[in-house]
């Protein structure tokens, strides 16, 4: 199966839109992404459910950055193909719409897979190990994604991991730096939060320490409500780790949140 990001330049949202692969109708809204809402579409023709996002662009100005980030996205995503990453298939575009098609992941969120008392450390492993062979591949073609978090990963019916949404990612250089603030606190590394140059890499490192206490303890280190400690306790790395957590388990966050 595919899916598809739709990002749309000027027009409404359609129910019914063509495409240069097809025509689809809009099933109803399943999420959301860096660009916009995500919909559940189907294919006219051969009834193939996939997924679309749509994005309305309003004015030149915003029209001309839109189109420069979702082509990145495009080529960014061209280059990867990696089992836990979502595939894209292709991109086209019209004088309306951009159109990312990518394999449909039949799963749910991570989020949506943590009981609130947090999961069974075998399973938050076996995710783990996903999550790491992914971003070292992603490390590799000199790819960082900058938005982790457990919205932005997929747990399909097989219960493999994919990660998704690559609206914020960018390709990164050892021998220069990126300062575009981005992200999601409190997943948000301290570098960014200080306004400082970064590689990219330990960004994605310092996220994923934070995907893996939030799966094995059910809630956040940096998640409190009153955002001027969210800022406090991420720059200073604060985190207070529960007593029943494995010292592997502490050392493997600790080690992130550096």
Same mark, same amino acid.
């Given at each position: ?5 739709t ?12 495409? $240069? ?11 959301? +992404? ?13 009834? *193939?459910k ?21 082509? /990145? ?8 193909? #990696?089992?836990?990453?979502?595939k894209?298939?292709? @991109?086209? &575009?019209?004088? !309306?719409? @951009?159109?990312?098609? @990518?394999?449909?992941?039949? +799963?749910?969120?991570?989020?949506e897979?943590?009981p609130?008392?947090?999961m069974s450390?075998?399973?938050? &492993? ?14 590799? #073609? !000199? ?13 399909? !019916?097989?219960? /493999? ?15 220069s730096?990126l ?6 606190? $409190?997943? &948000?590394? $301290? *570098?960014i939060?200080?306004g400082d140059?970064?590689?990219?890499? *330990?960004?994605? =490192? ?10 094995? &303890? +059910?809630s956040? $280190?940096?998640?409190?409500?009153? =955002?001027? %400690?969210n800022?406090?306790?991420?720059? %200073? !790395? ?11 388990? #502490? ?8």
């Amino acid at each position: 199966m595919l899916s598809a990001v739709t990002v749309s330049l000027d027009e409404p949202k359609p129910t019914v839109f063509r495409t $240069p692969l097809g025509e689809f109708k809009v099933l109803k809204t399943i999420g959301e +992404g860096s660009y916009g809402k995500v919909k559940l579409v189907t294919n006219l023709v051969n009834n *193939e459910k996939v997924d679309s996002m749509v994005r309305e662009a309003a004015g030149r100005k915003r029209r001309v950055t839109l189109k420069i980030r979702i082509q /990145r996205e495009a080529n960014l995503a061209k280059l990867l193909d #990696h089992p836990n990453l979502v595939k894209l298939r292709d @991109f086209r &575009t019209s004088t !309306s719409h @951009f159109y990312l098609f @990518f394999d449909y992941v039949q +799963g749910v969120q991570l989020a949506e897979c943590i009981p609130s008392h947090g999961m069974s450390e075998s399973r938050a &492993t076996k995710y783990l190990a996903q999550l790491v062979d992914a971003l070292a591949y992603c490390h590799r #073609h !000199s790819v960082v994604h900058r938005d982790i978090k457990i919205e932005n990963i997929m747990v399909d !019916s097989h219960d /493999r991991i994919k990660l998704i949404d690559f609206g914020l990612a960018n390709f990164y250089d050892p021998s220069s730096h990126l300062n575009t603030s981005c992200g999601t606190i $409190p997943y &948000t590394a $301290p *570098e960014i939060l200080r306004g400082d140059k970064y590689i990219g890499p *330990e960004i994605d =490192i310092w996220s994923l320490g934070v995907v893996l206490f939030t799966m094995l &303890t +059910g809630s956040l $280190p940096f998640g409190d409500p009153r =955002i001027h %400690n969210n800022y406090w306790t991420i720059m %200073n !790395s604060q985190v207070n780790y529960p007593p029943t957590m494995s010292k592997l388990a #502490h050392d493997c966050i600790t080690k992130c949140l550096i």
